[in-house]
């Protein structure tokens, strides 16, 4: 049903709002990650076109690439909370479900049963994309507490390291010493070990990245949506800067990104051996399949 | 999710007017809190989620019980109180019933999540089974927590009994899924004077059920890629500047408070009205909701045993309140008795809101803490209603 939901009456296309016909048209829906993924954002109707956020935003970019990357955009829900994040999530063109503080992980486990009860033999994602105080800080039991049930859905963290919503604010994750408001000392305690807390909880795949290549970033995404459907809860912890807080300068926030991928932002990929097979076998399904098209295609030349 | 090896039950699904009014009933000696579960099994509720505390606990390991013998698809105990609730907001998205419950302090603690449910449009019932909001300390029945649920839209019935709580809770599903209702509805009563004690109930047969949850007739569609019309969010409005953010949130929650009004109709068709009126030719009545109903009624029964002039309000419904009912039951009274078991007196406030002169209102008797009521303190604020002399021994 999901792609006739958001398909109209070839009449009525006349009636709705341009914007709407050319994503159903241009857009992601229904279509491979080589025709509409981030392979080629700029060249495609993206599920993220206008958004609020500020000139230079690294996190504004990584929430775009998230939703180029989606396996099953017409089959997605995304939930969130307050933050920056939200502001742009908020207006892509995918279900997004906005609760109260902190809550997304506790909504996201009763969105994915009541999902799994309904369609059992559909594959719905549910995504919770939220910042570093959703996640870590007010949202910090409902998260812990969803990983620990094993709710079969993707945690994305946009790690800003600060309250940039709210105006500047220290954060769980905010470094050791950073200089912010309501640390007016510098914070006098470690950033929070996410990744680790992810991994004692029972993610079954866990990712810890500065999102410096975009191929890899869609991939680790991908298998972390892959993965939730059939295993069990999957983090990403993703940097996405916030230049206006610690004051970067928009031409540095690439460079910012990558110094921070030598730094705390290590890339770290985590997977047990079940999540382990479902990416071995589901990242070769992809591949025979993208193999078998452009054979077709080459068929079709000839 | 391994696989289900729950029994598969095969039940007759009938509509809610069937099934509160029509349908064959036994009478069943059993608690408050099996009343409810009982009523949950005969609602085709999809999920349940639980979270313990005294006194609701013993409602959700029943409904814990009815889902393993197969009543309810999806069940599981949360970790606290905002979690669950959040949870079932969550759910309500995919287009499925849901129940909870909870008591005083962990409908406070669920409370944010709780109060946004009209906003989000979130049918779900929710029972509260009424228990004192620390400190000091205690888990005793007491509805102050009914104060802080009043004002956020929900629709709240207050149950006098174990009767009133089978056939309310059942009710509250019909009417939160009205089209032009769609928001939640709680179903209080006392913890411990109605949960854990033992009262007659008339039950509909088990193996008859309200008809399942139609996502589709829904007002608000669910957020499943399934339903029409296509809900993909281009643009956020409430994003988009403090004026429209101010706007939409104004005109929303008026619609929200007008669902709210348009459940009255409903509370008539189901439960036969908002309120019952005994001896409605009286000066002096005892206005009481929940279990202080019930022993305002013992002291009703002992004033016509005496051949007092005494009448009776029984209030059901607390949201929407039966303003226009209540005025005109008491337009010629002198002497409104209000007992209550909280320490505030909120329905006390709201009687005297709801007339023109409120200065007939007794404040009281009032107990909290999680005492009983005894009758005597009503029989002696209707003696001095009366002007006549009482001599109160407790």
């Not at chain 2, 019952?276 to 009703?300: K, L, T």
Request: charged content about 25%.
């Amino acid at each position: 049903m999901s792609l006739k939901y958001i398909t109209p009456a070839e009449r009525f296309k006349n009636y709705l709002p341009k914007d709407y016909v050319e994503l159903v048209d241009y857009g992601p829906f229904g279509k491979t990650q080589e025709e509409a993924g981030p392979g080629n954002m700029g060249q495609f109707k993206e599920l993220v076109e206008e958004h609020p956020m500020c000139s230079g935003c690294w996190m504004a970019y990584f929430i775009r690439l998230i939703f180029a990357s989606l396996p099953n955009p017409q089959e997605t829900v995304t939930l969130g909370t307050a933050g920056c994040g939200r502001l742009a999530i908020s207006q892509a063109a995918v279900p997004f479900i906005y609760g109260n503080y902190g809550d997304q992980n506790a909504m996201a486990s009763g969105l994915t049963r009541a999902f799994r009860l309904r369609f059992p033999e559909k594959t719905k994602d549910v995504v919770t994309i939220a910042g570093d105080g959703g996640t870590m800080d007010i949202g910090f039991s409902m998260t812990m507490h969803s990983w620990i049930r094993g709710e079969k859905f993707t945690t994305i963290m946009l790690d800003n390291e600060v309250y940039g919503n709210t105006g500047g604010q220290s954060s769980g994750m905010s470094p050791k010493g950073a200089i912010l408001k309501m640390a007016p000392k510098g914070k006098d305690f470690e950033k929070m070990p996410a990744t680790e807390l992810a991994k004692a909880a029972g993610c079954v795949y866990v990712v810890r990245l500065s999102p410096t290549n975009i191929k890899k970033a869609a991939k680790v995404i991908r298998r972390a949506i892959f993965v939730a459907r059939e295993v069990g809860p999957t983090f990403i912890h993703a940097y996405t800067s916030c230049n206006i807080e610690y004051s970067i300068p928009t031409e540095e926030v690439f460079q910012d990104a990558k110094d921070k991928e030598k730094t705390r932002f290590q890339f770290d990929e985590y997977m047990t051996d079940a999540a382990k097979e479902v990416i071995e076998r589901v990242e070769a399904e992809e591949k025979a399949a993208r193999v078998a098209r452009k054979a077709e295609k080459k068929e079709a030349v000839n | 999710m391994s696989s289900d090896t729950r029994p598969k039950l095969e039940k007759k699904l009938v509509d809610m007017n069937y099934l509160l009014k029509e349908a064959p009933r036994e009478q069943h000696f059993i608690t408050g809190a099996q009343a409810m579960a009982e009523a949950v099994k005969r609602a085709s509720v999809d999920m349940a989620i639980a979270y313990p505390i005294t006194p609701q606990s013993e409602v959700m390991h029943l409904v814990g019980d009815i889902y393993a013998q197969g009543h309810i698809k999806e069940y599981y105990r949360a970790e606290e109180e905002l979690g669950t609730m959040s949870a079932i907001a969550g759910a309500s998205r995919a287009g499925v019933r849901l129940f909870t419950a909870t008591s005083g302090p962990g409908l406070l603690r669920g409370l944010e999540a709780i109060v946004s449910w009209p906003g989000h449009r979130v049918p779900a019932v929710l029972g509260v089974l009424t228990r004192v909001v620390n400190a000091p300390l205690s888990i005793q029945p007491d509805n102050i927590e009914m104060a802080y649920l009043m004002h956020c839209g929900a629709v709240m019935l207050h149950a006098e009994n174990q009767q009133d709580t089978f056939d309310m809770t059942l009710a509250a599903f019909a009417i939160a899924e009205k089209v032009d209702v769609y928001i939640p509805v709680a179903v209080a009563t006392e913890g411990f004077f109605v949960t854990h004690a033992k009262g007659y109930v008339d039950m509909t047969p088990e193996d008859m059920a309200l008809n399942e949850f139609d996502p589709i007739a829904a007002p608000v569609p669910a957020m499943d890629n399934e339903t029409p019309p296509a809900r993909i969010q281009r643009d956020a409005p409430v994003q988009k500047s403090n004026f429209m953010s101010y706007l939409i949130h104004s005109v929303w929650q008026q619609e929200i408070w007008d669902s709210n009004k348009r459940a009255m109709k409903y509370i008539y068709e189901y439960l036969g009205g908002p309120i019952e009126v005994q001896n409605p030719e009286s000066d002096v009545f005892v206005v009481a909701s929940g279990c202080a109903a019930a022993q305002a009624r013992e002291a009703w029964r002992y004033a016509q045993e005496d051949g007092l002039s005494v009448g009776l309000i029984k209030v059901r419904s607390i949201r929407p309140f039966p303003i226009d009912e209540i005025r005109e039951a008491t337009k010629n009274a002198k002497k409104l008795i209000v007992p209550e078991h909280n320490i505030i007196g909120w329905l006390c406030t709201e009687v005297k809101a709801a007339i023109p002169n409120g200065g007939i209102v007794v404040e009281g008797p009032r107990v909290y803490g999680g005492m009983t009521l005894p009758v005597e303190l009503i029989m002696k604020e209707i003696h001095d209603a009366l002007g006549l002399e009482y001599d109160l021994k407790l």
